[in-house]
């Protein structure tokens, strides 16, 4: 029998498997070379590949910077950000140089910047948090969250091919819990969501580690009769509402759950799309389930009532199913 293949594999091996094809990659980041990056995303990497993967100050600020430089000169580098908490330090990089280089100047600027976020048990408030709905908001940057071990892989691929600056989000509570068979061959391109589980009573909208909780939560429901379709969004930025639209239509109603804090966020975004733009097909109001807004807290039990759970997603839907 094969060995497993966990997430954390997948993003380790679509990252030897870009700089294997494309000399002008490299990987640029904290502890990432003989080290193997703070969850070995990179291990043995640098054996593999000398020269092309080597290690940062700690300054975030600083290896952004250096790699918007790299790709005006025609690189192609991968970031790697310790936590994404730690991505702010170079947040003025991020959003006001690569995202805007294109528009400014022509010239594309074709760098992955992986942010390991969401929350794990005792991460607490500065390794913990959801960040893509901050990076989703300025124009020129794409935002990816891949839910499964394949998208792990083949998304990091697909963005490190892209012209512009992508923020891949891997969400860590999944990188050695989440595990598949093997590699894909193929995959949808960025952009375009995925219908996880097909159903017709509900629509359950998630996107990265919340998609694993909505389909445990919709096999809990299917006991009570109940069919929810869950729909895996892959990326924040761009998009799909197409594909959420035609769910919608088919079930009428609709449940966003995300991760990251109410405020503005994805789930906000999808139900003020699906409310403006298919209110006809709806036969509920739609509901979003969040994380608290609070900072997110250290201890295990307070940490598992902070941010949304299977039971928390099952008793969500089964109102909305109830109205």
Known sequence: MATEITYIDAIREAQAHALRDDPRVFIYGQDVAAFGGAFKATKNLAKEF?????????????????????????????????????????????????????????????????????????GGPFHSQSLETIYAHYPGLI?????????????????????????????????????????????????????????????????????????????????EGWEVEVVDLRSVKPLDTDTVMASVARTGKLLCVGESWPWGGVTAEVIARVASEGYGLLDAPPQRLNAKDTPVPYHPNLWAAHRPTVRAVAAAARKILRS
């Open 50 to 122: 000398p020269g092309r993967v080597f290690d940062s100050p700690i300054s975030e600020d600083a290896m952004v910077g250096f790699a918007v430089g790299a790709a005006i000169e025609g690189l192609r580098p991968i970031i790697e950000m310790q936590f994404a908490d730690f991505s702010t330090v170079g947040f003025n990089q991020i959003v006001n140089q690569a995202a805007t280089l294109f528009w400014r100047t022509g010239v594309p600027c074709p760098i992955t910047v992986r942010l390991p976020f969401g929350g794990t048990s005792g």
């Open 143 to 223: 935002v990816l969250t891949p839910a499964t071990v394949e998208d792990a892989y083949s998304m990091l691929l697909e963005a490190v091919a892209i012209d512009d600056p992508v923020i891949f989000c891997e969400h860590k509570f999944l990188y050695r819990h989440l595990k598949a068979e093997k590699l894909p061959t193929e995959a949808l391109p960025v952009g375009k969501a995925r219908i996880a589980r097909v159903g017709r009573d509900l629509t359950i909208v998630a996107y990265s580690a919340m998609v694993q909780d909505a389909l445990e939560a919709a096999n809990e429901l299917l006991t």
